[in-house]
Nanobody, 125 residues
Framework: QVRLVESGGGLVQAGGSLRLSCAAS????????MGWFRQAPGKEREFVAA????????YYADSVKGRFTISRDNGKNTVYLQMNSLKPEDTAVYYC??????????????????WGQGTQVTVSS
């Protein structure tokens, strides 16, 4: 079993930055891909970014490419989402997720095995 807890959300002005963290715990945590998704009121859950356990591969939604960066520290069992040049359209609850190996489509929420409770990000205009 894996437990995921997000933190770092808050209220920022447009153009500002935030860094979200997702701490993973559990004896089964090993070789998990990690992803970030977001959901705004009245909207479907949307893929943001993902990164496998090892290697340099990363995946980003077109809407955040060039502004957001996903990274991870496997020794700390933590994944991060650095968000720069934030826009009001980025306002949403942000969720982290973990997927066991072998991986499926890392852009698809339905393939992930574990989810955090989410952290609110609000960007004012």
């Amino acid at each position: 079993q894996v437990r995921l807890v997000e933190s770092g959300g808050g209220l920022v002005q447009a153009g500002g930055s935030l860094r979200l963290s997702c701490a993973a715990s559990g004896r089964t945590f090993s070789n998990y891909a990690m992803g970030w998704f977001r959901q705004a009121p009245g909207k479907e859950r949307e893929f943001v970014a993902a990164k496998p356990w090892s290697g340099s591969s990363t995946y980003y939604a077109d809407s955040v490419k060039g502004r957001f960066t996903i990274s991870r520290d496997n020794g700390k069992n933590t994944v991060y989402l650095q968000m720069n040049s934030l826009k009001p359209e980025d306002t949403a609850v942000y969720y982290c997720a973990a997927e066991r190996y072998p991986y499926g489509d890392l852009r698809a929420a339905r393939t992930y095995d574990y989810w955090g409770q989410g952290t609110q990000v609000t960007v004012s205009s």
